[in-house]
């Protein structure tokens, strides 16, 4: 072996060194980088002599200038060139010296011309000068008389030399993708031409002389403006493929029935109202393509074509089929998607052989019963259409393996547990499934199941562990109760789970560790009723790809078909296809797993959305695996907003994203309106009973005298102030008994505010102790409210000094003091709104000391207003308006000390109008942020920042949380307050 090898090697050297100098030369200038010539693989020498030489420029090594060596006419011996991918604009006559010379390669340069001197390739067999700049072709090219292959599609030629026609050795001519607007006669006299391409042009006829080309076997004259077609064309007896999709056909010649020979036929995006019956003599005929022909009939001798595997009707007006269709025993794959079908006939279910079945995008509203018939199908596409129910002889297709029902009108879904069947991708979402479950249980091979967007109930079951392959399972936007099952955690394959938008309740099963959900990336489970901790996770990095997208796109530079369905079951190359930078991105972001994009994919991971439920800390201290930190997956994470997981004293773990660190977050709602109706009657009953209690307090007590029995006091102020010590000591106890029940049921969250422990979201989940101070508030409010009938009104004599003038004066002095005291409201109001405005903020507020000096020196500010602006302004403010003082200071003091404050809170809150994501980057979409966690998998939207998390909330009204968040937003401001007013204020 190593004297074979030591002899080898004294060949390839002693060929290098035998090299004649000018041969050498030529390939140094053609490979700077080179040396030991023969013994490169882009260079082949023979007895001493270079043979072939390959400067395609596939790897990006070399890159030719302008033009080749001038020398390179004295390599007699070369036999081969590539010169591709270069950026040659002219080439040297000496070129015509290789007499030797059998293939040639010149495509995709900048050639405008050619040297007269490339007419003496008596040898040439192969010339190749696609994509290029020329606008014609020189005459000499018919003086190449052993050419066989001559191809110069992509060029911008308009004609073609008549020489061409002498070229009587020629078996393929590639003219596609030019701006010829005929093709010549001459052209004819090609008699051993088998392969004919001229696609992408404008040709509007086709020559009667054509009908000579007996050998012809290929002919591809699509995108082109040929309305008709001459009986002639039946002539080509021996062709095989025929493509003439994309053109103005609007009938087809007789003559077509003698193509008997034809495997392939496309005439697809042809205004074609009808085919000629003669078509059913086409016996050979393996593939039809009648894609957007405008087809409203078919004939019946259709089924005569007993060798036909694929069928594609796509895209026409057909609203029925012909009964002979069912006579196409040998058909693998029929396409009638985006038609307007109604109805299907019985005899689909006598095609066996079928594998293949896309019926999408009709009118469909039922299926016959004899599709149970369908045995060797593989792939069901009955997507967008009008189906309320299955028959019931699905169940048979046991071969079935991709089933498309998403977007229909099904109620039910058959059980397929024991039904042994091969399922491995089910989308069923955007239907009206409202079964159990438990009729999925059965699919042991699914790897995708969409079931999103459904009416399913009840409880996910723990038998759904036996869907042992499963990868990606999306159960969101239903109506599913009860617990998540541990079970759910330990399926080995699972990825991606969707939870969100449920009725969910209770904890999150710790089975969601490194041992159990090891393959988890994707984990979703917002806006439902979820309780307790966040257990510790392991989600990893990684990606899944949309099962459902398909995009229909065309072809770039290949002359094989005018579309092509792009979908993720194979890696397709897309610079291959014409394609918008938005399309592109759509396909990747649809396809992240087949096209190595997992980092930047929508649906990527590790990604954990748990907002908006009931969640308790404390929080685990990880959540993604530790190898995510090495590798180029982060972590993205939504679980603060709407739980009660942290607070201004605990630090959050450093796995929480930054958007999400806002105090004003820290709460939950009870959700206590989600309540069964029965539940709801006992409440009613019980305020009812209050109520008549109170009534019967209010009797027996008489404590509307013990407010009425005030000094007589001519001063409203006075009485103002004696009225309200005298209510809050009647309605005090009441407040006190309230206080006692919440801090009875206040040990839920570990980690709450301490005003907010006092409010209805902390207690231990019974809805009894709910309704009871539900209703003992209730009773107290109305309380008050008959208390505030009895507020003292002013006496005669102060009525004599009220403004005196017209309604219109009396409202525009009103609106002007309004005014005024929204500005000496700044302090509170400026309180307000920093206190519910994000760190990171569209107004550049975040960590400076504007917030800060707000934060800390509101209570003082609103102190020092109040004694000595508010005062002086409302005495100056009287004598001018007539508007008495005691009023004008009631008002003001009211605004400015909680009122306007109240009100901006409200509008500010998570919890309330949430006018806070107004100033939130995740709410801007041009921000990073937004495009982070905009969350979709392919065409399926799971998280919109803007739907899920930026829009108004406008229910805030009907659950406690928004009084809640209120309470601890604005309570550390009245606290200090009070506290500072104590000092501040003289005696």
Not at 7 to 13: A, E, K, P, S, Y
Not at 489 to 501: I, V
Request: with cysteine.
């Amino acid at each position: 072996m190593a004297a074979w090898a030591w002899r080898l090697f004294v060949v390839l050297r002693a060929n290098t060194e035998s090299l004649p100098d000018t041969e050498q030369k030529v390939l140094q200038e053609i490979f700077p980088d080179g040396h030991d010539f023969c013994e490169d693989d882009r260079i082949t020498c023979q007895d001493g002599h270079v043979t072939e030489i390959r400067a395609d420029n596939e790897g990006g090594e070399v890159q030719l200038r302008e033009t080749l060596p001038e020398a390179i006419g004295e390599m007699r011996y070369l036999t081969r060139l590539w010169f591709q991918n270069n950026n040659l604009s002219s080439l040297p006559e000496s070129l015509g010296n290789l007499h030797n010379l059998q293939f040639l390669d010149l495509s995709n340069n900048s050639l405008h011309s050619l040297p007269e001197s490339l007419g003496n390739f008596q040898k040439l067999q192969e010339l190749f000068l696609s994509y290029n700049h020329f606008n014609s072709l020189p005459e000499f090219v018919g003086n190449l008389q052993s050419l066989q292959r001559l191809y110069v599609s992509s060029n911008q030629l308009s004609s073609v030399p008549e020489s061409l026609g002498n070229l009587q050795r020629l078996r393929k001519l590639g003219l596609s993708n030019n701006a010829l607007s005929s093709l010549p006669e001459f052209l004819g006299n090609l008699h051993t031409l088998w392969g004919l391409y001229a696609s992408h042009n404008n040709i509007h006829s086709w020559p009667e002389s054509f009908g000579k080309l007996k050998g012809l076997k290929r002919l591809d004259l699509r995108s082109n403006a040929l309305s008709t077609l001459p009986e002639s064309f039946g002539e080509l007896q021996r062709l095989l493929g025929l493509d003439l999709g994309n053109n103005q056909l609007s009938s087809s010649p007789e003559s077509f029935g003698n193509l008997s020979h034809l495997l392939k036929l496309t005439l697809s995006h042809n205004p074609l109202s009808s085919l000629p019956a003669l078509v059913g003599n086409l016996k050979n005929l393996g593939e039809l393509s009648l894609i957007n022909c405008t087809l409203r009939a078919l004939p019946e001798s259709l089924g005569n074509l007993q060798s036909l595997l694929r069928l594609d009707l796509r895209a026409n007006a057909s609203g029925s089929l012909p009964d002979s269709l069912g006579h196409l025993q040998m058909l693998l794959g029929l396409d009638l998607s985006n038609n307007v079908l109604n109805s299907l006939p019985e005899y689909v279910g006598s095609l066996k052989n079928l594998r293949h079945l896309e019926l999408q995008n009709n009118h469909l509203s039922s299926v016959p019963f004899s599709f149970g018939n369908l045995s060797s199908l593989e792939k069901l596409d009955l997507s967008n259409n009008k189906l309320s129910a299955l028959p019931g002889s699905f169940h048979k297709l046991t071969n079935l393996k991709h089933l498309y029902l998403q977007h229909n009108n099904l109620t039910s879904f058959f059980n397929t547990s024991g039904k042994n069947l091969q399922l491995e991708v089910l989308l069923l979402n955007d239907n009206q499934l409202s079964n159990d479950l438990l009729a999925f249980c059965g699919l042991k091979n699914a790897s995708t199941l969409y079931l999103h967007q459904n009416r399913l109930g009840g409880q996910i079951p723990g038998m759904i562990a036996e869907l042992n392959s499963i990868q990606v399972l999306t159960l969101h936007r239903n109506s599913l109760t009860g617990k998540i099952p541990s079970e759910l955690a330990t399926l080995p394959s699972l990825q991606l789970l969707t939870l969100h938008e449920n009725r969910l309740t209770g904890e999150i099963p710790p089975s969601f560790s490194v041992r159990n959900a090891s393959a988890l990336v994707f984990l979703s489970a917002f806006s439902n009723d979820l309780t307790g901790s966040v257990p510790e996770m392991t989600l990893r990095g990684g990606c899944v790809d949309d099962q459902s997208f398909r995009m229909e796109a065309a072809w770039k530079k290949r002359d094989a078909s005018v579309t092509s369905t792009i979908s993720c079951a194979r890696k397709d190359e897309l610079d291959n296809f014409d394609l918008t930078s938005e399309e592109r991105q759509q396909i990747q972001d649809a396809c992240p797993n087949v096209y190595g994009l997992c980092g930047t994919a929508p649906a990527r991971g590790p990604t954990l959305l748990l907002q908006s439920n009931r969640l308790s800390c404390p929080l685990p201290s990880r959540v993604e695996d530790p190898e995510v930190e090495s590798s180029n997956f982060t972590l993205r994470s939504l679980v603060i907003a709407g739980n009660m997981l942290g607070n201004h004293w605990v630090d959050l773990p450093e796995w929480v994203s930054e958007s999400e660190r806002q105090p004003f977050l820290y709460i939950s709602s009870s959700k206590i309106l989600g309540v069964p109706v029965s539940d709801m009657q006992r409440f009613l009953l019980s305020f009812l009973g209050l109520l008549t209690l109170y009534a019967l307090a209010l009797r027996k007590m008489k404590w509307r005298e013990c407010v009425k029995d005030m000094p007589n006091q001519d001063d409203l102020t006075q009485l103002s102030h004696a009225f309200l010590i005298r209510s809050i000591l009647l309605m005090g106890p009441a407040a006190l008994l309230l206080l006692l029940c919440y801090t009875w049921h206040s040990s839920y969250y570990q980690c709450g505010h301490q005003f907010a422990k006092t409010t209805l979201a902390y207690f231990d989940g019974s809805r009894y102790a709910q309704f009871a101070l539900a209703c003992l508030w209730l009773v107290w409010v109305l309380g008050w409210l008959d208390l505030i009938r009895l507020v003292p009104k002013p006496t005669a004599e102060a009525v004599d000094r009220l403004v005196r003038g017209g309604s219109f004066s009396k409202a525009m002095w009103w609106c002007i003091w309004m005014i005024i005291v929204v500005v000496l409201s700044s302090p509170s109001l400026g309180y307000a709104f920093v206190q519910s405005l994000p760190k990171q903020n569209s107004l550049g507020l975040s960590s400076t000391y504007v917030s800060k000096a707000i934060h800390f020196g509101a209570a003082l500010l609103m102190i020092l207003i109040d004694l000595l602006i508010t005062p002086k302004l409302a005495m100056w403010f009287s004598k001018r308006s007539r508007v008495p003082r005691s009023m004008l200071l009631m008002a003001a003091r009211t605004g400015t000390m909680w009122l306007n404050a109240t009100l901006c809170a409200i509008y500010m809150n998570e919890h309330c109008v949430r006018g806070w994501t107004t100033f939130w980057p995740m709410c801007d979409p041009e921000s990073d942020l937004y495009r982070n966690f905009k969350v979709s998998l392919g065409r399926h939207p799971l998280l919109d920042p803007i739907r899920d998390l930026c829009a108004r909330n406008d229910r805030w009204w009907t659950t406690d949380a928004c009084p809640r968040s209120v309470v601890e937003t604005l309570a550390p401001l009245f606290l200090a307050k009070l506290l500072q007013r104590a000092f501040v204020q003289p005696v």
